[in-house]
């Protein structure tokens, strides 16, 4: 007998688009279920299992930190730096979203840790 490869039986999925994979390395949202559907039973399920899920949160919130310092510098930097202020403009939008992102992410966290 020869030892073929099992190719036929292995099956690795497709590749993810690149931009599913920017979305869910920023934003956590799929990995929480729906604790306002269902019966009272699911939704307590649904709660414990976003409970057990909240370890995830501080990841995403250094992510958004991340973001915010290096979009906050390059708005300065372009500002600043090459006056070019339509472009830092740009750069202080997403300061300003990843500073609203930031607050979000927090409050769920310490909702999830504390109620």
């Known amino acids: 007998m020869t030892s073929q490869p099992q190719q036929m039986f292995e ?3 497709p590749p993810e688009p690149f931009y599913l994979l920017l979305y869910r390395y920023f934003f956590c949202h799929w990995l929480y279920r729906d604790v306002n559907r269902g019966t009272y039973l699911e939704r307590a399920a649904a709660m414990r299992f976003n409970q057990e899920r909240r370890g995830y949160l501080p990841t995403y919130l250094w992510r958004w930190l991340v973001l915010l310092m290096v979009t906050y510098w ?4 372009f500002e600043r730096g090459l006056a070019m202020n339509y ?3 740009f750069f202080f939008c997403g300061t300003l979203m990843s500073v609203v992102m930031l607050f979000l992410v927090a409050s769920a966290w310490l909702g999830l840790k504390y109620l």
């Open 11 to 13: 099956s690795t999925p």
């Open 87 to 89: 472009v830092a403009t």
């Open 74 to 77: 390059l708005g300065v930097l």
